[in-house]
């Protein structure tokens, strides 16, 4: 068991944003977390991260619960690719994903093979090594979202988080992004909001609304019409082309 | 990728070599004007006497006028310069705010307040230097600020909004002070004084400056990576494994007590803690491990330049060092205004 969470519970003022959320995660599979707007992904992502502690439950990797472990240690196996991190400082592409390397460093040590090799993989993981002396200012939504994740890649987590990571990105990069994410046999946790994607490309998925769980299982087993209607109110038709293949279908 | 290293590694190498020989040219030139003008050689064999490696014939009035005032005076102006550059620097990353500056955190209302409370209403009994009040009164608006902003813990904004409530109520009580008790005279010293100044500053207070710099250049370098770490945010620098609490108290305090040591012995001398930062990233790129020690070169440098025309505009009279900075700083921080507008 790679990553575990009991009975996390997390709030804003009076207002519970993560409500009694506990989840499993096997060693290098993936999962989906779905959910409307507002569903508490986003802030579940924080609290399995470390980044925010919760009021109450807790977050454990290989049994060892994250509250105990160093910020730096945490960081050398979890990385988290937020929805909206953005800068005003001039940064190059190549000094980005070099920031993946900050908690595998000391303060004053030089930069060795070790980081030079994570760097140049990340960059071609996410295909953007034609880019590394591109600054910042000038990518497009769907290349700074590439760097970010180059960034964390870079950190060499055990376990990597992504927060829509396929936001701003061409149908193509969406794909690419999804099977890398699939390939990389990390373990991952991705919210998302493309139902298809989520049955393509997660092992198993997890609904949140309004902070509760709804649903937790294989996609073929939380996908029903059922949920899609109570959930996200959409109603909807499946096609099952062969037993592996899942398509939604939207209605009008 | 290698020569696109290198290449930054040779810019930041010809920037310090660059920066340190104009440093020492500018110190010379500093010392050599005044009423007393002494020519630059004369200097130079003052000070290689004053270290027993050269026994030149100076009149024992030039070698003192060079030693113990101008010299000294010099040598302040160059490490108030770098350590207002290196804070800027600090403050600007750590606020991610392209418009913060050494006194973003109420340091400079904070030691007026102190030093009007020495000057005019005599707190102490005489017991207190202007310096230590202004020194007390910095340290007490940073408290101020770091009690109203959770200890940094209410992200940027918030400090940003303590710095300037803190200084708004700082310079409130400053003004009162001066318009209820203050007689004219005593209103004009403190103007002065608040302008900026590096008339009486010797030895000692260089001795105390370059203790606490060196003490603060350290604790800052060794944070550099983790000020990098914080170009997308809190969240961000957390997530690489930067303990963004202790770090962010960590590094106002050492900012604050620099900027307090610096605003007691010479005023607040604004704008150098802005712009320099702005210029030397712009020259070598946004990583602080080169950031931080290029400010301080340039800072220098900037500082000593500033004092030499402060002295040389008007004869017989210096104009206060502050305005020097700010008619030069004014320019660069329009340009900046200019640059960052949002794109069209």
Redesign the interface.
């Known amino acids: 068991m790679s990553i575990r969470a009991e009975n996390l519970v997390w709030r804003v003022g009076r207002k519970t944003i993560v409500d009694n959320v506990s989840l499993r995660v096997e060693q290098g599979s993936v999962l989906g977390l779905l959910g409307p707007n507002g569903s508490g992904k986003s802030s579940l992502l924080?609290l399995l991260?470390?980044?925010r502690r919760p009021a109450s439950g807790r977050v454990t990797l290989d049994d060892a619960d994250i509250a105990h472990m160093?910020?730096?240690?945490?960081?050398?196996r979890?990385?988290?690719v937020?929805q909206h991190?953005?800068?005003?400082?001039?940064?190059t592409v190549?000094?980005?994903v070099r920031?993946?390397r900050?908690?595998h460093?000391g303060?004053?040590a030089a930069w060795t093979p070790a980081d030079?090799l994570a760097v140049e993989t990340a960059l071609q993981q996410v295909d953007m090594v034609e880019f590394?002396?591109e600054r910042w200012q000038s990518l497009s939504g769907g290349e700074r979202q590439r760097v970010h994740i180059a960034r964390a890649l870079a950190?060499q987590p055990h376990e990597l988080f992504l927060d829509e990571p396929t936001n701003h990105l061409d149908i193509q990069h969406q794909l690419e992004l999804m099977r890398l994410i699939a390939r990389l046999g990390l373990t991952s946790i991705v919210a998302l909001h493309d139902l298809n994607h989520a049955a393509m490309f997660c092992d198993r998925l997890l609904v949140l609304d309004r902070g509760r769980v709804v649903a937790d299982g294989t996609p073929a087993e939380v996908l029903t019409p059922e949920l899609l209607s109570g959930v996200f109110r959409v109603e909807c038709d499946f096609h099952r082309p062969d037993e592996q293949t899942l398509h939604i279908l939207f209605r009008k | 990728?290698r020569i696109?290293l290198s290449r930054a590694t040779a810019r930041f190498a010809l920037l310090l070599l660059a920066s340190l020989a104009v440093l020492v040219l500018a110190v010379a030139t500093a010392v050599g004007i005044g009423e007393m003008r002494i020519p630059l050689r004369t200097v130079a064999l003052a000070v290689t006497n004053q270290f027993g490696w050269t026994s030149a014939d100076i009149s024992r009035i030039q070698a003192s006028v060079i030693w113990d005032l101008r010299l000294s005076r010099a040598l302040v102006a160059a490490l108030c310069g770098a350590g207002l550059a290196m804070c800027g620097a600090i403050l600007q990353?750590l606020l991610?705010n392209?418009l913060a500056e050494p006194y973003v955190l109420g340091i400079s209302a904070g030691a007026s307040t102190g030093a009007v409370a020495v000057i005019i209403l005599g707190v102490g009994a005489g017991a207190v230097s202007l310096s230590m009040g202004a020194f007390a009164g910095a340290l007490a608006a940073f408290v101020f600020v770091a009690v109203l902003s959770g200890g940094g813990r209410g992200g940027a904004d918030r400090t940003i909004l303590s710095g300037v409530a803190a200084a708004q109520l700082f310079n409130a009580l400053t003004a009162y002070v001066v318009t209820t008790s203050g007689n004219a005279q005593q209103a004009r010293d403190v103007m002065f004084w608040l302008l900026g100044s590096f008339g009486g500053v010797r030895w000692p207070e260089f001795q105390l400056l370059a203790v606490v710099l060196v003490f603060g250049l350290a604790v800052c370098?060794?944070?550099?990576?983790?000020l990098?770490?914080f170009?997308?945010?809190d969240?961000?620098a957390?997530?690489?494994?930067?303990?963004v609490e202790r770090v962010r108290v960590i590094l106002f305090a050492v900012t604050a007590v620099i900027t307090a040591t610096i605003v007691s012995m010479v005023g607040s001398i604004g704008f150098v803690g802005l712009v320099v930062p702005h210029a030397v990233?712009f020259l070598i790129?946004?990583?602080h491990m080169r950031l931080l020690p290029a400010c301080m070169m340039v800072g220098a440098v900037f500082m000593v330049l500033a004092d030499i025309v402060s002295r040389s505009v008007m004869a017989q009279q210096t104009l206060p060092i502050g305005i020097v900075t700010a008619l030069v700083g004014v320019p660069c921080f329009s340009l900046i205004l200019y640059r960052?507008r949002p794109a069209a």
Do not use: Y
């Open positions: 924080r991260s470390g980044l160093g910020r730096r240690h945490l960081a050398r979890v990385a988290l937020q991190a953005a800068t005003d400082v001039n940064v190549e000094e980005v920031l993946g900050t908690p460093r303060p004053l030079t590394r002396g950190q | 990728m696109a990353s991610r392209a370098v060794w944070h550099a990576r983790a990098d770490a170009t997308f945010g969240d961000a957390a997530s690489l494994g930067i303990a990233r790129g946004p990583g960052a």
